[in-house]
């Protein structure tokens, strides 16, 4: 039932279509799987395809922190330091690492990680009343974000990736197709992570395959299960794909 599968389908013999997704995986990470596994195939064409929140995950190292995943997984940070990438974690820790250490602040990296607060882990005195607990809750500090997390870092990073991307497929000869993907935030009246993506992948001046309108001809209710497509989506999408994959061919 996926887009992929259906998109091999429409294309008829001779094709195949491979899916090097991982799901949870920031543009970033993306990018390094491209690089590594999809080479020894050979490709006619690639399509390298982002969410809006894929952006988000790019600036991160520890997902469980800043969006409260149930995962205890670490991943590849960047940053964009004279108009390249630089890799800043060569050296992820396991998950059975990162469970064994006493405190989260003893993880390595997380002056990278834009949703680490240090006082978010710190216990007060004053915390034992559940009073005070709701209201700072309800009135978290604020706290300014540092050099590597700021939103000029973010932006750079994800700009560095888009134009990877698109030099890698230069120097492979290899047809490119960047494709943004709606999710359900696409369909509110305003998302400031939409808003952030489709801002970035603008700034970039690297032509783009929206695929929001293939999604909205899909009833609302019929469009999402949970955070993916529905077959009914995904048949909607793989036609559109269908026509940007033969038309990059020809």
């Known amino acids: 039932d996926s887009w992929g599968s259906r998109l091999e389908e429409r294309l008829g013999t001779g094709y195949q279509v491979l899916n090097f997704g991982v799901d949870g995986f920031g543009t970033d ?7 590594r596994d999809v080479d020894a195939w050979h490709p006619s064409l690639v399509i390298f395809g ?3 929140h894929d ?4 600036a991160s190292v520890y997902p469980f922190i800043t969006f409260q995943w149930d995962m205890p997984f670490a991943k590849p940070r960047f940053l964009a ?7 800043v974690n060569p050296r992820l820790p396991r998950p059975e690492d990162i469970i064994r250490l006493p405190a989260v602040s003893d993880l390595p ?6 949703g680490y607060h240090p006082e978010d882990w710190q216990w007060h005195f004053y915390e034992a009343s559940y009073l005070v607990r709701f209201l700072l809750a309800s009135f978290p500090p604020w706290t300014p974000p540092g050099p590597e997390t700021s939103e000029h870092q973010f932006r750079a990073i994800n700009l560095g990736v888009l134009s990877a991307v698109v030099d890698k497929a230069k120097a492979d000869g290899t047809p490119l197709i960047i494709a943004y993907f709606p999710g359900r935030a696409d ?22 395959a929206d695929l929001t309108g293939c999604v909205a001809r899909v009833e609302s209710s019929r469009r999402f299960l949970e955070h ?3 077959p009914e989506a995904n048949r909607h999408v793989a036609a559109c ?6 038309s990059e061919l020809a």
């Open 228 to 230: 993916h497509y529905t």
């Open 241 to 246: 794909m269908e026509k940007l994959v033969r």
């Open 81 to 87: 330091r004279d108009g390249s990438l630089v890799r």
């Open 187 to 208: 369909f509110e009246k305003y998302s400031p992570a939409v808003h952030e993506a489709k801002s970035i992948l603008a700034e970039s001046g690297i032509p783009y």
């Open 55 to 58: 952006f988000y995950r790019t």
């Open 29 to 35: 990470q993306a990018l390094l799987r491209y690089r």
């Open 109 to 114: 990296s997380l002056e990278y990680e834009p």
């Open 50 to 52: 982002a969410i809006a």
